[in-house]
T-cell receptor, first 112, second 117 residues
Framework: ETGVTQSPTHLIKTRGQQVTLRCSSQ?????VSWYQQALGQGPQFIFQ???????GRGNFPPRFSGLQFPNYSSELNVNALELDDSALYLC???????????FGPGTRLTVL | AQTVTQSQPEMSVQEAETVTLSCTYDTSESNYYLFWYKQPPSRQMILVIRQEAYKQQNATENRFSVNFQKAAKSFSLKISDSQLGDTAMYFC??????????????FGKGITLSVRP
């Protein structure tokens, strides 16, 4: 059974640029959630996708957007990058209704 | 809104000893799950233990156990026979159920646990 994978591992961007982060869900999972984890803090919920539609969103602006594909993989897109977007971005997949999320290793984004 | 509070930023324990990590939470939900996650320096968030709010019995997973006090909204993690590999950041988290049975996690700020040889 393949776990949750994310790419890339690290990324450096400059302010104002756009970035796309990718996540491949664990086999059999149909829900994916994205979290932002600032240094020394707990993860903050960005949004969740279920059946290719956004199924809930945290307190993040519209320049954070996402997609879920038919194979349940997912993308997180961030436009107009700001310095405060520098963080570890975690993807978590789950099977709907189980309440159990499994996390990927994360993508470390640095915005200069 | 759900909140999770971890008031201890750091703890240290001698190898083979027992340590307890504290967590309090607040929720208006009647049914919810509580979790402890471990995040070592490798950054991978690993599920340590889960507690279902409607179950009175405290969850146990090998050396890890919880003390779930529903009325006090307290959820502490006890690590017995601490090992060097337990060194990590530990996060307490709760679910916030959405309609459609999907849920998001609300995390505390975490506690850094160091196990001394």
């Amino acid at each position: 059974e393949t776990g949750v994978t994310q790419s890339p591992t690290h990324l450096i961007k400059t302010r104002g640029q756009q970035v796309t982060l990718r996540c491949s869900s664990q086999s059999g999972h149909n829900t994916v959630s994205w979290y932002q984890q600032a240094l020394g803090q707990g993860p903050q919920f960005i949004f969740q996708y279920y059946r290719e539609e956004e199924n809930g969103r945290g307190n993040f602006p519209p320049r954070f957007s996402g997609l879920q594909f038919p194979n349940y993989s997912s993308e997180l897109n961030v436009n107009a990058l700001e310095l405060d977007d520098s963080a570890l971005y975690l993807c978590a997949s789950s099977l709907s209704g189980t309440g159990l999320e499994f996390f990927g290793p994360g993508t470390r984004l640095t915005v200069l | 809104a759900q909140t999770v509070t971890q008031s201890q930023p750091e703890m240290s324990v001698q190898e083979a000893e027992t340590v307890t990590l504290s967590c309090t939470y607040d929720t208006s939900e009647s049914n919810y799950y509580l979790f402890w996650y471990k995040q070592p320096p490798s950054r991978q968030m690993i599920l340590v233990i889960r507690q279902e709010a409607y179950k009175q019995q405290n969850a146990t997973e090998n050396r890890f156990s919880v003390n779930f006090q529903k009325a006090a909204k307290s959820f502490s993690l006890k690590i017995s026979d601490s090992q060097l590999g337990d060194t990590a950041m530990y996060f307490c988290a709760s679910t916030h159920p959405f309609t459609g049975a999907n849920s998001k996690l609300t995390f505390g700020k975490g506690i850094t646990l160091s196990v001394r040889p």
